[in-house]
């Protein structure tokens, strides 16, 4: 369900379930793209179709409905909710991210009652969580965090892809989801976001040695960024639970100021720098590698662009969608002493 909103930028839970799990998805919701598909809205997603109403995505068969959008505070509002409320009656289940619970809402559960249809709240967190030890992964499998110049650069898509490429060459790799979306794909993980603050570093912690259990690698998806004055919390909870061996940092080309914020970003090399001094008191974790997001730049200017970050950062830059994540990967591996 992405009713209003369907891109990569306003959508990106239905766009990542798109890019990554098409084969599951019978149809996307969006009146105002109805009739075209996935594919020709965002360049991927391939076939599926874009509906305009409820009814006609029933008439698809799904079982499960995703709420793909994130909108302003994540309330369950308006149209959305009574599209969530139709697909409980008609004993759809329903997935969402939302940091308002579709299971606290009166009219979802007397529906519910009714159907007998299932939700999947995905940020609503167990606990209690453990305050952080301090040790990261203590498995013996390596950490890698992809952390972010900003919020929605494409931290989630840079650690599954850099995972993706780790399993196909042979190495005993894993993942850690720490948002809605991640955690949909993965279909397990800890949204760190909805953690109590004292707690982040402590579920993170948790996080990393369930996904390292008998691993030798685990990327681990950032959140939020640690320049940003909303989000910096998360980031810097997140880091110091995973303790990472090595670090990746992600950013969009082009983009010069915090999304919806009028706060400059730092250049990258300031960035990295500060990642680095932040995890001195612990241990030695470089910045390996860059990763741009050039989706809104054409061939030459996506060159250009990594080419120049390169030059600036004195590493290797990719974007890992167009041109694969190989050299980012190699610095990873070096860097780890892992084959």
Known sequence: MANGAFSAMWAKTAACFLMYRAEDAVAVLDADQAGKTAG?????????????????????????????TAPMGGVLDGE?????????EAGVDVVSGLHV???????CLLALAHSGARV????????PFDVSKGNGCATGARTVLVVGTDCNVGKMTVTLELYRDAAERGVDAA????????????????????????????????????EGEGKDLVFVEGQGAMTHPGYAGVALGL???????????????????????????????ELIDLHEQLMAPFKHSPVVGVTLNTSELDEAGA?????????????????VIRFGCASVLDAVLKHLNLP
């Open 40 to 68: 020709d809205v965002l360049g991927y997603g391939g076939g599926v179709p874009v509906v305009g109403s409820i009814d006609e995505a029933f008439s698809l068969r799904p079982e499960v409905a995703i709420v793909g």
């Open 80 to 88: 959305l909710r009574a599209e969530v409320i139709a697909c409980l």
């Open 101 to 107: 619970f579709v299971g606290d809402d009166p009219e």
């Open 120 to 127: 999947w709240d995905v940020r609503k967190v167990r606990g």
């Open 175 to 210: 993942w850690a989801a720490t948002g809605q979306t991640g955690m949909i794909l993965r279909e397990r993980g800890i949204c760190v976001d909805r953690v109590i603050s004292d707690f982040v570093g402590g579920a993170s912690e948790e996080l990393v040695n369930a």
């Open 239 to 269: 880091l110091y639970g995973v303790l990472p061996d090595c670090m990746v940092l992600a950013h969009v080309a082009g983009r010069e100021q915090l999304k919806r914020l009028e706060v400059p970003i730092q250049p990258l090399r």
């Open 303 to 319: 060159r250009a662009a990594i080419e120049d970050a390169s030059k600036h950062t004195g590493l290797p830059t990719t974007d």
